[in-house]
């Protein structure tokens, strides 16, 4: 599914987001930019190197390019991919 993360009844959107909210959690949804080059994934896990909530990770920190909380990166509000943009397109998301 490209863009929208459906989930059909509300146990299962219940259940959805007690795994994303807990830090330890797998199978958290990967996002991608508009050019299908991957930004990590959406996870309150410090831990996990593709986590953006890894504050030392690729994908969570505020320096490397491909962070999307890098405000010159990925992160910035002047790229129309970027989520950080609140008229561009943000990010696709997929789950698993």
């Known amino acids: 599914m490209k863009g929208v993360f459906k989930i059909p009844f509300p146990a299962t959107a219940r259940a959805h ?3 994303l909210s807990w830090p330890y959690a797998t199978g958290a949804p990967k996002l991608y930019n508009s050019d299908g080059q991957y930004r990590g ?3 309150d896990n410090p831990y996990d190197a593709d986590s953006t909530s890894n504050p030392y990770g690729r ?3 505020e320096y490397p390019s491909d962070s999307i909380n ?3 990166g990925a992160g910035s ?5 970027s989520p950080n943009n609140p008229y561009g397109e943000g990010l696709e998301m997929y789950g698993e």
């Open 17 to 19: 987001a007690q795994r």
């Open 41 to 43: 994934r959406l996870s």
């Open 59 to 61: 994908y969570g920190s």
């Open 70 to 72: 890098n405000p010159y």
């Open 77 to 81: 509000p002047y790229r129309s991919d």
